[in-house]
């Protein structure tokens, strides 16, 4: 299995693949949206025997400024708890890092992006819709977060689903 950047070839395959691991389509017409919007910063997608299984997707945040979101990540279901998630979040922030941006959010589940380094703590300074358990942030320089407070702006895209 390879994890490398998502191509416009890939976006049928993306769009099944968010859509079976969510169980519905509203995912999937975020990442469409993300996409068309030029909101997406990163994408990337697992592709094992040469079909895509995985997907991840950042996002960049309105506020704060040089900081990302993670949303949504994707595994088709037959090949959920394969650790293949877990490599996309990974390579997502391994590439976030490496571009400069300053912080990651995410709203999940604080067991599995505990894992990676997010934490309800880290977000405590910034304003959100969100329940603050499973609202999350991830610093990705050193002490990224020390100054930063206030509302998180998500790109419009997110804001649609409200």
Do not use: N
């Not at 769009?15 to 990163?42: H, K, M, N, T, W």
């Not at 934490?119 to 329940?131: H, I, K, L, N, W």
Request: net charge negative; charged share 25%.
């Amino acid at each position: 299995m390879i994890v490398r950047d998502e191509t416009p070839a890939d976006a049928a395959a993306v769009r099944r693949v968010v859509g079976a691991a969510f169980g519905q389509e509203e995912e999937a017409d975020l990442v469409d949206a993300l996409r068309a919007s030029g909101d997406a910063v990163i994408a990337l997608v697992a592709e094992d025997d040469g079909e895509v299984v995985g997907h991840i997707m950042f996002s960049k945040l309105q506020a704060p400024k040089r900081c990302v979101a993670l949303a949504p990540v994707a595994v088709t279901p037959a090949r959920q708890r394969q650790g293949i998630g877990s490599r996309l979040v990974r390579a997502g922030l391994a590439r976030a890092r490496r571009d400069g941006w300053r912080a990651a959010f995410v709203v999940g589940e604080p067991d599995y992006y505990g894992r990676f380094g997010f934490s309800a703590a880290a977000a405590d300074g910034f304003e959100t819709p969100y329940p603050k358990p499973y609202f999350m942030a991830l610093a990705l320089a050193p002490h990224a977060l020390d100054a930063l407070a206030g509302p998180v702006v998500f790109a419009p895209p997110f804001r649609a689903l409200e």
